[in-house]
C-alpha cells in the first residue's frame, strides 16, 4: 500500500515508476538471484516467532 502512494504521488510530478511483483522465498539455504540493479539492500526483522530478511532492489 505504501508503495503504491508513494507511485500516486510520483506520477502527479511527471514521474512514472514501473514496479514489479514481489518474489517470496520460504525454506532453508535457499537463494534469491543476484540483483542487476546494482542497488539492493537487505533488511532483517527478528521477533520471538522467528527471523525475516528482505532484500529490496532498486533501478533509477
Same mark, same amino acid.
Not at 21 to 43: E, Y
Not at 48 to 58: E, K, T
Given at each position: ?29 535457499? $537463494? ?10 537487505? $533488511?532483517?526483522?527478528? /521477533? /520471538? ?12
Amino acid at each position: 500500500m505504501l508503495i503504491g502512494r508513494m507511485k500516486s504521488r510520483l506520477v502527479t510530478r511527471g514521474v512514472a515508476p514501473l514496479l514489479s511483483t514481489p518474489t517470496t522465498i520460504f525454506g532453508d539455504d535457499l $537463494q534469491l538471484p543476484v540483483s542487476k540493479s546494482g542497488m539492493s539492500a537487505w $533488511q532483517h526483522f527478528s /521477533s /520471538s516467532a522467528g527471523d525475516i530478511h528482505v532484500r529490496l532492489d532498486a533501478t533509477f
